[in-house]
């Protein structure tokens, strides 16, 4: 690059000294052509031989670096004609010249429209196509100012007919240049393009400085300076695209923004060409007729883009204004058009009755957690097209998001809303076909029914009340809002509010059920279990408030809460009791923390702040969490990276493959507790199975519930380890599982022996 850089910039130098006055030997003006082609070569080649570019890359400089061969032929050849020539005027456009530079343009081309090109919509392949005949008609009016009027004017019809190609080569270059810099390119490195730009429209508008150079000194030529030039940019070109394939002109993490660095080009010419037109009104040149028509059809050019442009942007705000009020999924109105169009309804003139129905999907989230989001999709959206045909044109079917639709229905009474409700029952009470996949869908519904003047929120707050009251009703039903309804609403929504306080009020606790040897009562580990001390209702099992939680959000906080409180006292533990402390620490998470990208990077932190090894922290899921796919398999991957085990919870209950626990980073399985202690007959095959299945995984297996000796003997013969249970010992405080560690007494059989020496769970 440097020497093609030198070579350039020594030819200017050169010629604009000879232009003031003749220095040197004439062929000393030439040789910067020879040695900056040879140059230019060389360093395409390089180029168009990286292994590591798009084959469509590689052979667009293929191209260039074959056009760029043919023209360091060319040069050279007309160089030689003006050299041998005893008449230094004209153009020594001789054969061999426009043979070779005239084969390197059309390649030029050829591989310019061979680049494939970005999608494009029918309105910017028109605009593009647009800019560059604008373009190429500014270069032609000056071509024709500059050289071509000038070739006509003489005797030498092979001077015109010379000028006259040479124009239309150029012209086509121009256009091929513009229209390809102009469009978005996926395989060329836009630097690299524009730079190309620059050097193909230096070789096309060069020859136009012929005539006044020719008038200071005949035997100057402006391709002596321009081409050297034309050799560098394009050189610079190629470099660019090396560096561009090695990430070297681009930072880490940063996304460019696309851009149209010629978007102003047409105007340009347009005030090129007016520049043009004044100059020669000034002069009362002949050709005044040719600049004016010129300018009026550029003027054209420009009004049609515009025209054009408007078009576009107007296709584009309409595409934004559906995309702002329309759900992407299913194409129904979302939240926004939703409450628009209620609002209109309850504000028409008139008292009028609206009702609204708000329809929730109860088997949704199994559906995704089973079979993937992709087939969960396919559900909402075959259950937006049945809910559509359902309602008449003056009623709107909306998506709340998730698996909830509303529906407005306008000008409806209750009867007439029983027979919206009715048709919207029957229509999902056929399955939906998605993926190979036959799925059953169950909704409830739930209506509120209102007037004119009614406010929106509260019809919408009734009709969820409603909603949930219909999911007790067994397959898909709808119930109408009662009053009766708001008191079990409003207890749940209470209960959300005050869980809130709890989180931060001291008001939860943990209690710890030892995980022991099964053979000699070895407390093996514990499991930590929260609990709530209502202050009115008393203390509260998990099963009351966790829904809770998952509804409101409020598990995210809940979920660092217990983790923050059981670390703390595993590291309590295990300054205290030393050996004798449990050796892991058993704690649930929740789904929507497996979803959390930073939950991983929290159980790291809370890992170093209380300075506990990796591998005696547990995290139990349930199997819906495991097979759920994308951030859930992610973040499960990242806690193993850290070191920290995970446990399959329930063992059994749910959908549990062999694929599951060879893909999944699993390394405990628990067996239900429903296996443990049922019937002995009906028990052992299942439980059999599992430690088979548990042992040939490697996986560590604990038997959850277990209650009596017989059970506990049972599991022992089976081949089971461990186990917890009400045998060994009821969840307990902390203070009291200290003591137990203390004793350094087994468990075995002692909650039987005495079922009140610690809480009840």
């Not at 009028?352 to 949704?364: Q, S």
């Not at 028990?683 to 277990?706: D, K, N, T």
Request: hydrophobic letters at 50%; a negative charge.
């Amino acid at each position: 690059m440097r020497a093609s850089a030198g070579t350039a910039l020594f030819a200017v130098l050169w010629f604009v000294l000879n232009l003031v006055h003749p220095v040197g030997p004439k062929f000393v003006l030439w040789l910067p052509c020879a040695v900056a082609g040879v140059l230019a070569f060389l360093i395409l080649l390089r180029t168009a031989r990286i292994p590591s570019l798009p084959q469509a890359t590689r052979r667009f400089w293929r191209h260039l670096t074959i056009a760029v061969g043919l023209v360091a032929i060319g040069v050279p050849a007309q160089a030689v004609d003006v050299l041998t020539s005893a008449d230094r005027h004209g153009a020594h456009t001789g054969p061999v010249m426009l043979t070779f530079c005239g084969a390197g343009v059309l390649v030029i081309m050829y591989g310019l429209f061979r680049l494939p090109l970005g999608r494009q919509s029918p309105g910017e392949v028109t605009r593009i196509v647009l800019d560059a005949a604008t373009v190429a008609l500014a270069a032609a009016v000056f071509m024709w100012h500059f050289s071509t009027r000038t070739a006509l004017k003489g005797d030498d019809k092979t001077a015109v007919y010379v000028s006259l190609l040479v124009t239309l080569i150029a012209l086509l270059a121009v256009f091929a240049v513009v229209k390809f810099v102009l469009s978005s390119h996926l395989h060329v490195d836009n630097g690299a393009l524009r730079l190309l730009a620059v050097a193909i429209m230096m070789g096309a508008v060069g020859p136009l400085f012929r005539p006044p150079i020719e008038a200071i000194d005949p035997t100057l030529f402006p391709g002596m300076a321009t081409e050297p030039l034309v050799y560098f940019f394009g050189s610079w070109a190629a470099a660019r695209q090396r560096c561009a394939s090695n990430g070297a002109t681009k930072r880490r993490g940063v996304v460019e923004a696309r851009r149209r660095p010629f978007s102003m080009l047409p105007y340009v010419a347009v005030a090129a060409i007016d520049g043009l037109l004044i100059a020669v009104s000034l002069q009362k040149s002949d050709d005044l007729t040719v600049v004016v028509a010129a300018v009026v059809l550029l003027t054209a050019l420009v009004v049609v883009r515009q025209v054009v442009a408007f078009r576009e942007n107007s296709r584009l705000l309409a595409r934004l204004d559906h995309g702002a009020t329309h759900d992407a999924l299913t194409q129904l109105p979302n939240r926004v058009l939703f409450h628009s169009r209620l609002q209109k309804a309850l504000t028409s003139p008139g008292d009028r009755p609206v009702a609204v129905a708000l329809i929730d999907l109860d088997d949704f989230k199994e559906v995704n957690d089973t079979l993937g989001h992709e087939v969960g999709d396919q559900l909402l959206i075959g259950v937006a097209t049945r809910l559509e045909g359902c309602v008449r044109a003056e009623d709107t079917v909306a998506r709340l998001g998730g698996d909830e639709f509303v529906v407005v229905l306008d000008d409806a009474d209750p009867a007439t809303a029983d027979l919206a409700a009715e048709r919207m029952r029957n229509a999902l009470h056929q399955p939906i076909y998605a993926d190979g996949h036959e799925l059953p869908i169950r909704a409830s519904i739930g209506i509120a029914d209102g007037r004119s003047g009614a406010e929106a929120s509260v019809l919408l707050r009734q009709a969820d009340i409603a909603m949930y009251a219909a999911k007790k009703l067994a397959g898909t039903a709808y119930l109408h809002y009662d009053p009766s309804m708001a008191t079990a609403g409003s207890d749940h929504t209470h209960l959300g509010a005050e869980l809130r306080e709890a989180i931060s009020g001291d008001q939860l606790f943990l209690l710890y059920q030892p995980i022991v040897a099964l053979d000699d009562g070895r407390i093996l580990g514990a499991e930590a279990l929260v609990r709530w001390a209502h202050p009115v209702r008393g203390v509260l099992a998990p099963d009351a408030f966790i829904p809770v939680a998952e509804r409101t959000g409020l598990i995210v906080p809940l979920g660092r809460w217990v983790m923050r409180t059981a670390f703390a006292q595993l590291a309590s533990w295990i300054a205290e009791h030393g050996d004798a402390a449990p050796g892991v620490l058993n704690v649930n998470v929740s789904a929507r923390d497996l979803r959390e990208p930073a939950f991983a990077d929290a159980v790291a932190t809370l890992l170093a702040e209380f300075r506990l090894p990796a591998d005696r922290i547990v995290l139990e899921i349930t199997e819906t969490m495991a097979v759920e796919q994308g951030q859930s398999v992610l973040t499960l991957h990242r806690l193993r990276g850290l070191g920290v085990r995970i446990s399959l919870d329930d063992f059994g209950t749910g959908h549990s493959t062999l694929t599951l626990l060879h893909d999944c980073p699993i390394d405990e399985i628990k067996l239900d507790r429903s296996f443990t202690q049922s019937p002995i007959d009906d028990r052992v095959p299942v439980s059999a199975a599992v430690i088979h299945l548990a042992q040939a995984l490697g996986l560590h297996a604990v038997a959850e519930g277990v209650e009596t000796a017989e059970q506990a003997e049972q599991l022992l013969s089976l081949g089971y380890l461990a186990a917890q249970g009400y045998l060994f010992a009821r969840p307990m405080p902390a203070g009291r599982l200290g003591k137990v560690l203390e004793a350094r007494v087994p468990l075995l059989g002692s909650a039987a022996e005495d079922p009140a020496a610690v809480p009840a769970a």
